[in-house]
């Protein structure tokens, strides 16, 4: 049962789930998972587009609770992310495990907008730990979703990728050299290799290319028809990797939007890998979104899947639609909602799961436990609390640049964001904002924050909500000089809605915004979105540069709480 959002205001639950695994293993915007077995240690890649660092790695032991362990682009050699847009940047990696080495092919997107679509050349990066990886190794071809396969009867390695076909009538397809792993250079045939299912035209997206061998066959998993609500997952077999293949007579293999696009809650499967387990169970990980009241705020997730093999073809989910309600597998259950996360920024390092936008090429924020020299050395307006203090420029998080922030992937349908200001010894003026955000673009984030007043002297509280271009704003005077102890920001998300608000000592919320969460899941025409929506901390000049008689500006502590979601199977909302 379904409750509505006036009753979510309520106490949080800690429920133990009798069950197994449950989807999305998961949650927050996380598509495109390329899933890899090695021992009995399981790992998921990720794409992350405009976010650096770059491709999210997962690991579990049981396929059921994944940890974020590191990510594979963390310098500026690996991940050029300089004025992307939203929609651009890392896509779509895969997994290899080749000689005792951690392959990770992707590409990086450099612009993806109305007036340039650039189609970049792909790459693979290696690393023996999945902690440290070397510099991109190029590959001759441009394209998206690389994937390396080792032939375990050749020894060959293969590059497989969606590609163009030429670049003058540019029909996309599937395409397959066999490769140098010292160079990246094709040392085989470049060839064409499937076309899939669907009709192969202009319109076509044949892509995710995952080659795998068993009993004597070579299988091709692919996606097809998009990554929206025709997205699905089809497969074909060879005795050759180079093929000719033969389609699934099951085709297509994994498509909720066969039941229809509104009807079940689960829309977008596809982009799949399968892998099987040490006792010889299979199962397929695979991207898909959860649409609420025909929209997806938490964009495309991670989900898992079993897989049986019948006559040597393979089906998943025993034939059936992905459905929330249930569970499967042998795993430990599954403890939701999870506890809460609190982050008090004392630790050395920011946790992995803090991303920046885009490539930074100057220092934006540093934690005062850093070697706790703040205190004496951060300069005039600084305090001697702990906590995340950011260096504040030009831009803000409407802009195609680096801003003063940090951003966590929001990673439930209901729940918290709750951050806790660092206090202040003197005013924000004209254009100086602190604040957190719900952010799914630059075209697309809703704010709280303190700020100099627009309309009138002294600082004030103000929500910005930025609907795709279309701004609106409101403020309440703060009454004091400077930001005092204990001021907190809070945003409170349900599956239908977000509100924006404020507290001062841990008193009643006074909310001073509310938003459809129908807004934090689609582009200004002509653009893309691939991510979802993200919480943010942030501050900024608004244009000009922070003044070095400005006060230090960040956060003592931020706190999410979760709840339970209770979504249902079907996408019928009142």
Known sequence: MWFPPSSYFGILLFVQWAVAIKNPIIS???????????????YIATSTFE????????????????ELFSHALTTQKHAQLYGVPTGAGVW??????????????????????????VWPRVYFITSKDMITWSEPIWCEPWGIDPSLFRDPVSGKTYLNLMAPNNNVDRIWGLYQCEVSLATGDCIGEYRSLWNGTLLHNASARDEGPKMFFKDNFYYLLIAEGGTDDLHRSTIARSLSPKGPWTAAPNNPILFN?????????????GHATIIDTPSGDWYAAFLARR???????????????????????????????????????KSPD???????????????????????LRTPYTRNFHLTQEGKKCQNSCGKGSTSASGLIFS????????????????????SLNMTFSATLLPTTGPLNYLQSVGISTYLSEFQHQDIGIRGCVNSTGMCFYSSVLRNGSLTTSELSLNHTKIPNNTTLHIRATPLSYSLGFSINQQQITWMANISSAWLSFAPAGFFVFEGASFALFASGNGNPWPVTAPKVGFQQVVEEYFDENIPDYNRWE
């Open 291 to 329: 649409k609420i009241n025909g929209a997806s705020p938490l964009g495309r997730e991670t989900f898992l899947t079993s897989v049986t093999w019948t006559n040597g073809w393979p089906t998943l989910n025993n034939g059936k639609p992905i459905l929330l309600s249930e569970s499967f597998g």
């Open 392 to 411: 504040p420029n030009v831009f803000s998080l409407s802009d195609r640049d680096v801003p003063a922030a940090i951003l966590r992937k929001q990673k």
């Open 28 to 42: 927050g915007w996380n598509p495109d998972p390329a899933i890899l077995r090695v021992g009995d240690t399981y």
């Open 51 to 66: 976010y650096f660092p770059g491709i999210a790695l997962y690991k579990s032991s049981d396929l059921a609770n994944w």
């Open 334 to 356: 599954q403890i939701s909602p999870p506890a809460p996360f609190l982050d008090d920024f004392s630790n050395a390092s920011l946790d992995v799961a803090w991303y920046q």
């Open 92 to 117: 779509a990696p895969s997994l290899s495990y080749i000689d005792g080495i951690f392959y990770l092919a992707s590409m990086t997107r450099w612009t993806y907008d109305p007036t340039a679509r």
């Open 257 to 269: 939007g066969a039941y229809g696009f509104n009807n079940l809650t689960v829309q977008s499967t």
